[in-house]
């Protein structure tokens, strides 16, 4: 038997009943809102009730001009960070990053990059003596100028539903030796060598 509602102002709609055997229960919330259907248009399932592993929101930055340094401290890379707003503080942050550096001096010398949250240096290595902890490391021990991409993914769990932000961060493993992000060493005007871009992605997981 199907139930016809008819408009408050005019029209109706009619709610078919399905050609199945047996009982069939369809349970309505105890709250206000909207139905969606297939025909919906500008409406929306709350973020709150996608299930667990759901895709929430996705922000990139893409650095495509050049940076240099010599120090072997870490420093932020310019251009190379990106902030998202969690939505709920058990959500993940997966985090997809990509660097292309370029090693400056030929013969023996290395440089790479570490991934940060907010202050919090994340996905390191273990502390290992005098050995830099980093998110990816590269040493160019050939007679050549070389560029690597150097790259990784993290799930994070920064606990939080306050704008966090995540960034690149650059060191040369000789002191006064310049590494580059985006670059070749020699930089000669010519075709055979490449300008590249690196970026940051950031994917909220619903938990």
Known sequence: MSIVLVGSTSGSITLQE??????????LPAVSGT?????????????AALPTGSVLQVVQTVKSD?????????????GLSVSITPTSSSSKILVLFSATVGIAQISAY????????????IYVGDANGSRTQASGWVWNGSSTYNMYVLSGSFLDSPATTSSTTYKLQLAS???????????????NDVNYTGVVPSQITLM????
């Open 204 to 207: 909220e997981i619903a938990a």
């Open 66 to 78: 050049t940076f240099s340094m010599s120090s072997t401290t870490f420093a932020d890379i310019t």
């Open 35 to 47: 139905l969606i259907t297939t025909g919906s248009s500008g409406q929306s399932i709350p973020k």
């Open 110 to 121: 290395s440089g790479g990059v570490r991934l940060v949250r907010g202050s919090t240096s």
């Open 173 to 187: 493993g000789y002191s006064g030796q310049l590494v580059y992000i985006n670059r070749d060493p020699n930089n």
């Open 18 to 27: 399905p050609a199945v055997s047996g009982s069939t229960v369809l349970s």
